[in-house]
């Protein structure tokens, strides 16, 4: 089956940037999602088609792609970004997720 | 504004069935390329696509969970519910139902989630 691998977690200052990674094979054929999830809430999309934010996500949130790797970047963190993070494509008639990514503000 | 909201059993014993419904607004179920998914989350782990169920009635599962699940839909009552037969304690999870568009593949994310609703197998 296919797998999406994303780092376990990474951590920001206030007002820094971060950015996590997610791979796959082939990932640079597909689009990729990626979705939101703060503690003990539903995930929010907040980017979709590898690069595009859905109307209400901050611009400080961007996607992009290089390869097999989607990464989403965070410019400028806040206390409130604080979140997991989940990938998310489409291969041969499956929607999968990566593992998640914890991000800390610290 | 789209909403969804689950609701059904937050118990279920093992071998049993499990039946959550999708009750949803904001939008029709019969308007081209709209999808309603099931994804799950158990405790503390990763997401996992369950099925989807579009506007044409087309279905499609998870192959991991074929199987074992079916989803129908009532486009008067704008409700979605998914059924899952012979639960598992490893089924145990936060059930949400999102809406889709885009028809089936990378260019229909799950654009809103519902509140999820949490579901415990055990005896």
């Known amino acids: 089956s296919y797998e999406l691998t994303q780092p376990p977690s990474v951590s920001v200052l206030p007002g820094q940037t971060v950015s996590i990674t997610c791979s796959g094979d082939n990932l640079g054929e597909k689009s990729a999602s990626w979705y939101q999830q703060k503690l003990g809430q539903s995930p929010v999309l907040v980017i979709y088609?590898?690069?595009k934010r859905p109307s209400g996500i901050p611009a400080r949130f961007s996607g992009s792609r290089s390869g097999n790797t989607a990464t989403l970047t965070l410019s400028g963190a806040q206390a409130i970004d604080e979140a997991d993070f989940y990938c998310?494509?489409?291969?041969?008639?499956?929607?999968?997720f990566g593992p998640g990514t914890k991000v800390t503000v610290l | 504004q789209i909403t969804l909201r689950e609701s059904g059993p937050a118990l279920v014993k093992p071998t049993q069935t499990l039946t959550l419904t999708c009750t949803f607004s904001g939008f029709s179920l019969t308007r081209s390329g709209l999808g309603v998914s099931w994804i799950r989350q158990p405790p503390g782990k990763a997401l996992e696509w369950v099925g989807i169920?579009?506007?044409?009635?087309?279905?499609r599962y998870n192959p991991a969970l074929k199987t074992r699940v079916t989803m129908t839909k009532d486009t008067t009552t704008n409700q979605v519910v998914l059924t899952m037969i012979n639960m598992d304690p490893v089924d145990s999870a936060t059930y949400y139902c999102?809406?889709?568009?885009?028809?089936?593949?990378?260019?229909?994310?799950?654009?809103?989630w519902g509140q999820g609703t949490v579901v415990t197998v055990s005896s």
């Open positions: 169920i579009f506007w044409d009635d087309d279905q």
């Open positions: 999102t809406h889709s568009y885009g028809g089936f593949g990378d260019l229909s994310p799950f654009d809103v």
């Open positions: 998310q494509t489409w291969d041969r008639g499956t929607y999968v």
């Open positions: 088609e590898d690069n």
